[in-house]
């Protein structure tokens, strides 16, 4: 699976949106991008995740460049409770069974009153 | 949907006794559950992958008769910390993906402390 690179931090005003960006310039044709966020002493939350399309459902919205080399995680309006650290991976789509996640450092993103 | 809840959410326990954890997929079958371990500040470490009614896969340094990994059905699997050390205290989480494996779902993780 393709190595990710995130910033080790981020801090976003209540109220505005929250961008988080991913790099992944070793991906993949197969390779998804998925996105997870720890919100402290919680289990991973699954936010989203895409091929090459821009893809959005009711939490965050994930913009995946052209070439596929780095991809934004959105979260429109960023709220006290958005406070955790967030993960972007890069997987093969499974074929039949499924593949462990490897998570690396993540972002930490403050989201502040 | 895609619920997966873990049982206890902590456990306190005495060196050398042994500790089970459940990890259960409440709304759908899991084929395939992972085990992770977080340290303080640390990220999530995968220890095993278990897939229903076979032997666990264990990742590299991961003792497997410390570590008894047990999913013997769609819905439930068990890790059970044999003669646990202190230095086995930690957040362990389990995840649990249905036979597509496209998502994993993670649950709530139990938090071990060993004195």
């Known amino acids: 699976d393709a190595k990710t690179t995130q910033p080790p931090s981020m801090d976003c005003a209540e109220g505005r949106a929250a961008n988080l960006p991913c790099n992944h310039s070793?991906?993949?044709?197969?390779?998804?991008v998925y996105w997870y966020r720890q919100i402290h002493s919680q289990g991973p939350q699954y936010i989203i995740h895409?091929?090459?399309n821009n893809e959005t459902n009711e939490m965050a919205s994930l913009i995946i460049t052209e070439d596929r080399k780095s991809s934004t995680l959105i979260l429109p309006h960023a709220t006290l409770r958005d406070t955790a650290v967030y993960y972007c991976?890069?997987?093969?789509?499974?074929?039949?069974?499924?593949?462990?996640?490897?998570f690396g450092s993540g972002t930490q993103l403050t989201v502040l009153p | 949907g895609a619920v997966v809840s873990q049982h206890p959410s902590w456990v306190i326990c005495k060196s050398g006794t042994s500790v089970k954890i459940e990890c259960r997929s409440l709304?759908?079958?899991?084929?395939?559950m992972f085990w992770y371990r977080q340290f303080p500040k640390q990220s999530l470490m995968l220890m095993a992958t278990?897939?229903?009614?076979?032997?666990?896969?264990?990742e590299q340094g991961v003792e497997k008769d410390k570590f008894l990994i047990n999913h013997a059905s769609l819905t439930l699997s068990t890790l059970t910390v044999t003669s646990a050390h202190p230095e086995d205290s930690s957040f362990y989480i389990c995840?649990?993906?249905?036979?597509?494996?496209?998502?994993?779902?993670f649950g709530p993780g139990t938090r071990l402390l060993v004195l």
């Open positions: 278990s897939n229903e009614g076979s032997k666990a896969t264990y």
């Open positions: 709304d759908f079958q899991a084929t395939t």
């Open positions: 895409g091929l090459k």
């Open positions: 070793t991906i993949s044709g197969n390779e998804y």
């Open positions: 991976i890069v997987r093969v789509k499974p074929s039949g069974s499924a593949r462990q996640l490897t």
């Open positions: 995840s649990a993906s249905g036979s597509g494996g496209e998502t994993q779902y």
